[in-house]
């Protein structure tokens, strides 16, 4: 597990493993953590590996995106385009 507090965000980032993330005596032996950091007005969040390779999927995302405000931007030009 790889923790990261981010104290001048009040984040606390815990990454699990996929053997981390299968144990559920691990998973069940983060509730102290998430209650003392809770207490002290931290936002706790966990995050799990995943089972897909982590670039095509970054990847695939990142295009979408782009063609999505391209998309958007085409769209908004279309509008102001428009005489009222």
Known sequence: ??????NENKLVELWLTRT???DKVFRASLFPVY???NA???L???YLSGEEDLYP???DLLLYNQRRFAELDVQA???EAIPE
Not at 1 to 6: E, H, I, K, L, S
């Open 35 to 37: 209650q003392r950091y």
């Open 44 to 46: 706790v969040v966990l």
């Open 40 to 42: 002290q007005g931290f």
């Open 57 to 59: 999927q970054t990847r």
């Open 1 to 6: 597990m790889y923790v990261n507090v981010r």
């Open 20 to 22: 981390e993330k299968e």
């Open 77 to 79: 030009t279309a509008q």
